[in-house]
Nanobody, 123 residues
Framework: QVQLVESGGGLVQAGGSLRLSCADS????????MGWFRQHPGKEREFVAAINWSGGSTNYANSVRGRFTISRDNRKNTVDLQMNSLKPEDTGLYYC????????????????WGQGTQVTVSS
């Protein structure tokens, strides 16, 4: 059973950086494409970034492209989201996700969700 656990959230000023990490306490993550979603208060969850099983292909939401970088280390069984030049509108609960469609980063659809980690960007 895959159990996704996020870490690295917190409070940061606009223009700052945070690095989120996702680890699994169950099966190896190489069986999955991985992604990050976020949810602003009162809004629906939205796609942020995805990476295929090998790390060779990535996809980003237009709102974060050029500022965020998703990566994975299959030896450590972790997936990270480096977030730079953060803006107040990046505030939200960030979820690590996994998809059994391990090659799909476009039209990424998660099968599994973590509990989320809060990111707050102050102006």
């Amino acid at each position: 059973q895959v159990q996704l656990v996020e870490s690295g959230g917190g409070l940061v000023q606009a223009g700052g950086s945070l690095r989120l990490s996702c680890a699994d306490s169950g099966r190896t993550l190489t069986s999955y494409a991985m992604g990050w979603f976020r949810q602003h208060p009162g809004k629906e969850r939205e796609f942020v970034a995805a990476i295929n099983w090998s790390g060779g292909s990535t996809n980003y939401a237009n709102s974060v492209r050029g500022r965020f970088t998703i990566s994975r280390d299959n030896r450590k069984n972790t997936v990270d989201l480096q977030m730079n030049s953060l803006k107040p509108e990046d505030t939200g609960l960030y979820y690590c996700t996994a998809s059994q469609r391990r090659t799909m980063v476009v039209s990424y659809e998660p099968d599994l969700w973590g509990q989320g980690t809060q990111v707050t960007v102050s102006s």
